[in-house]
């Protein structure tokens, strides 16, 4: 489905709820008009290979690859070189497929080699049919690191090899002070023809705020004057996908869409929540947010694009 002209739009992204979304965005937008800025607090290095799990299911879901049912790694995927490593008794908690393994290696050896995160991206998404600029927050390895009650993890080991079964206290992003946004990320935010930025359904405490750590991008994102708007990930006081009512819930916050907009705080100028919590449709307005109220799970092709609609409409009318 081609999408029709539209102004510039930034979104910020992290992985599976994040990037369909991002798909439902590329459909309602020229491929010019949309920059996708992903979380690197993911990223890792596991077998020697540098892995960016959040930039890879956004290039994979984009290009049309991605797998349905998992909703992370590539379609039609074999695990010969995972029950090759088993059997040498190789680390496999995390499970690299074989042709997703392709792009851990070439990344891997290109920045051996000295090129940019950035760089060796934007020629694999062109390679692989991605027409928007998708971008990491930064070339410079920032990682989330998750406090829990079993001690300090990094976030893979936490999230995949733990199966996010300690009780979290806290995070941080290791690298976030010493890290430079990404070039092109602040062109974007900066550009004049920019006209909404939008944060995708995704954890805020570890897919958005790794980027929001970054020294400068919080302040792109203000400096832009453009209309802000998020999108709840926390659904009738679940999660879609992944840990994030888990963490309010120790963290001894409300797991709701309200905490999601109060912790974005005046960042925002717009939240999108479900049909299911519209009666807190009052609180944001209590708050002197916009709110939308809309259909938000995203079960399908239609159900991302609709969403999309209905987030630019929103973003369009601040």
């Not at 049309?64 to 998992?70: I, S, V, W, Y």
């Not at 963290?251 to 939240?271: A, F, K, N, P």
């Not at 049909?275 to 991302?304: I, N, Q, S, W, Y």
Request: hydrophobic share 45%; proline share 6%.
């Amino acid at each position: 489905m081609s999408g029709s002209r539209c102004d510039g739009v930034v979104a910020l992204t992290g992985g599976v709820g994040g990037a369909k979304l991002i798909w439902g965005l590329a459909q309602a937008l020229e491929p010019s008009a949309l920059t996708v800025i992903c979380n690197p607090g993911d990223d890792f290095e596991h077998l020697g290979l540098t892995v960016c799990p959040d930039f890879d299911t956004v290039l994979y879901t984009l290009a049309g690859l991605a797998d349905p049912e998992r909703g992370w790694g590539r379609a039609d995927e074999t695990w010969a070189f995972m029950a090759a490593l088993e059997t040498l008794g190789g680390e496999t908690w995390f499970r690299l497929g074989d042709r997703d393994l392709a792009l851990h290696v070439e990344r891997s050896r290109r920045l051996a080699g000295g090129e940019g995160l950035g760089t060796i991206m934007t020629d694999i998404c062109r390679r692989l049919g991605v027409d928007q600029q998708v971008l990491p927050a930064s070339d410079d390895p920032l990682r989330t690191m998750v406090a829990t009650a079993d001690g300090e993890l990094p976030f893979q080991q936490y999230f995949v090899r733990e199966r996010c079964a300690p009780a979290v206290r806290g995070f941080h992003f290791a690298g976030a002070a010493q890290a430079t946004a990404h070039p092109r990320a602040l062109a974007a935010l900066s550009d004049p023809g920019l006209r909404a930025i939008v944060i995708c359904p995704s954890n805020p405490f570890i897919s958005i705020d790794p980027i929001l750590a970054i020294p400068g991008m919080t302040e792109a994102i203000r400096a832009a004057k453009v209309p802000v708007v998020a999108v709840s990930p926390i659904v009738g006081g679940a999660a879609i996908k992944g840990p994030a009512a888990k963490m309010l819930a120790e963290l001894g916050q409300e797991v709701s869409v309200r905490t999601v907009w109060r912790h974005y705080g005046d960042l925002i100028d717009g939240i999108v929540m479900d049909t299911c919590d519209a009666r807190l449709a009052a609180d944001a307005d209590h708050d002197k947010l916009a709110a939308l109220v809309t259909p938000t799970v995203m079960t399908g092709p239609e159900e991302r694009i609709g969403l999309a609609r209905a987030v630019l409409a929103f973003a369009g009318s601040l």
